[in-house]
């Protein structure tokens, strides 16, 4: 079965500064998608960035990118010049394309807390 | 319509009464998903309609929870009976490409009394 894990429940980073949050995932597939997602207090899930196993190049979304390590199976997020906005649950999910529902395996989040 | 509409966004309801969650899709997607996200919990996928068939229903908690959805669009999920252990913000996600990923809605927040 596949998992997602988010082992940083909690983070604080001060404004401006570029905080790294992680994710590992476990799955025996070798094509899939990967996904960051922020969830600020209105409930409201927001793409943050989205990342295609195929494709060896981090991705890159102005000020986040990530660290896609396949053989570590590891997806982690950097938020750099933080800003007071960004303070929110973040989610690292996962899919798989055989799966034929495309359904997300989501970790269970990280809040970020930006401090002025 | 330009985003994924849920409603209502709050409901407060007592035990053992039935509920009635909507959701209104992006308009064109034909994909559309249900998740549960309990208190301090990640999201748990209970589930998935490609049109107005269900081919994955496999994370629906128990026979008291349904959902159908009609023309392609408007999904509702119901639940029977509710129970304490229900309480919960129950999302609702469309997409047009498995690739873009999801748009959500903002979500009901169900508690029940």
């Known amino acids: 079965a596949q998992t997602v894990t988010q082992s940083q429940p909690e983070m604080s980073v001060q404004e401006a500064e570029t905080v790294t949050l992680s994710c590992t995932y476990d799955?025996?597939?070798?094509?899939?998608?990967l996904f960051w997602y922020k969830q600020p207090p209105s409930r409201q899930m927001i793409l943050v960035i989205r990342?295609?196993?195929?494709?060896?190049q981090n991705a890159t979304e102005n000020r986040f990118s990530v660290n896609f390590q396949k053989a570590a199976k590891s997806f982690s997020l950097k938020i750099s010049d933080s800003q007071l906005g960004d303070t929110a649950m973040y989610f690292c999910?996962?899919?798989?394309?055989?799966?034929?529902?495309?359904?997300?395996?989501f970790g269970t989040g990280t809040r970020l807390k930006v401090l002025a | 319509g330009a985003g994924v509409s849920q409603s209502p966004s709050n409901k407060v309801t007592e035990k053992g009464k039935d509920v009635e969650l909507r959701c209104d899709p992006i308009?064109?997607?034909?994909?559309l998903y249900w998740y549960r996200q309990s208190l301090g919990q990640g999201l748990e996928f209970l589930i998935y309609?490609?049109?107005?068939?269900?081919?994955?229903k496999s994370g629906l908690p128990s026979d008291r929870f349904s959902a159908e959805r009609t023309g392609g669009s408007v999904s509702t999920l119901t639940i029977q009976r509710t129970q304490q252990e229900d309480s919960a913000v129950y999302l609702c996600?469309?997409?047009?490409?498995?690739?873009?990923?999801?748009?959500f809605g903002s979500g009901t927040r169900l508690t029940v009394v």
């Open positions: 996600a469309s997409s047009y490409t498995h690739r873009d990923g999801y748009t």
């Open positions: 799955t025996s597939e070798n094509n899939y998608y």
């Open positions: 990342q295609e196993a195929y494709k060896q």
């Open positions: 999910a996962f899919t798989l394309p055989t799966s034929g529902t495309y359904k997300y395996i």
């Open positions: 308009s064109g997607h034909t994909a």
């Open positions: 309609f490609q049109g107005n068939s269900a081919p994955d």
